[in-house]
């Protein structure tokens, strides 16, 4: 691999978070202190705070001391300058009064500001690939479970794969959007879980922003390792492992009858301009490394 660094530098903690959630500030059906209770009795370790058109301030938000890391963040939505309509989730503290601006000066704002900007569920919104590439965004939700429950609108790996072509650096998330209403009631389906030093806003930030982390619906990475030009792979158990490339380029180890899988080795092409993980456990749950190198 020449001139490529490899992503995952495994020496510091796991940690499991979520980046897209809603509460009763916008159009959520719990309050910022039940949303963190569910959370961390389901064995998260962060989330973000994620309303529609409210910038969040998780120290003033909770009275008492939270369960878990609370961390700010935003969700965009509306036309851009071409009529395009997208929903922009945005990492990270921001403070701007969003309805002042039209869509396309909050998303300039908000990366003014140190926000990452993932495009959220982009099937459900029925944008186009070029609609997908036309703002930089740091990131898209390849998994999104509201989206999942609503109309099954909620794959964005071929979205992805689409940008990763414009920028091998674009980074995937699988998220909950939660709004625990209803008419949507799921949440835990979709996550990330970070490696980073410590558990604090700095470092899971510093994390997400190196891609430090794998995106899950089920299934675990427990190690991803790189000895030369071969990848040593760690994870619960699962039915097979993937290695995804540009267009039809692939790897692929396990079968539907045989032995659950929980490690293996690839050596790694040299030719691909991207390439990342994918894992499926027998119950057909995946999860995503980022891609390998940067």
Not at 166 to 173: D, E, G, H, V
Request: hydrophobic letters at 35%; one cysteine or more; proline letters at 3%.
């Amino acid at each position: 691999m020449i001139n490529r660094t490899f992503r995952y530098q495994e020496s510091a903690s796991w940690f499991k978070g979520n980046t897209h959630l809603h509460t009763t500030a916008s159009d959520g059906g719990n309050t910022i202190v039940e949303i963190a209770e569910l959370y961390a009795e389901a064995g998260y370790d962060f989330i973000f705070i994620t309303d529609h058109g409210v910038c969040s301030n998780v120290e003033q938000s909770s009275p008492v001391a939270p369960p878990l890391l609370l961390l700010n963040g935003i969700e965009l939505d509306g036309q851009d300058s071409k009529g395009s309509y997208y929903h922009v989730v945005c990492l990270g503290s921001v403070n701007v009064i969003f309805s002042n601006y039209n869509l396309e000066e909050a998303m300039i704002l908000a990366k003014e500001q140190g926000a990452l900007r993932i495009l959220a569920h982009p099937r459900w919104c029925g944008n186009t690939m070029e609609e997908a590439n036309r703002h930089d965004f740091d990131g898209v939700e390849i998994y999104n479970h509201v989206c999942h429950w609503l109309n099954g609108k909620s794959d964005g790996l071929t979205y992805w794969d689409n940008m990763l072509a414009k920028n091998p650096a674009t980074l995937s998330f699988a998220a909950d959007d939660a709004h625990l209403l209803s008419e949507h009631p799921g949440f835990n389906g979709g996550w990330i879980v970070i490696n980073a030093s410590e558990l604090n806003e700095e470092s899971v930030l510093k994390a997400i922003k190196m891609g430090q982390y794998y995106s899950s619906c089920g299934p675990d990475f427990k190690s991803i390792r790189l000895q030369g030009s071969i990848l040593e792979i760690e994870t619960s158990p699962v039915q097979f492992i993937r290695l995804a490339g540009p267009g039809n380029k692939g790897w692929r180890t396990g079968s539907f009858t045989g032995n659950l899988l929980t490690r293996t080795s690839i050596e790694l092409p040299e030719n691909w301009d991207y390439m990342y993980l994918e894992i499926e456990d027998g119950k057909g749950k995946r999860a995503w490394s980022n891609t390998l190198f940067v």
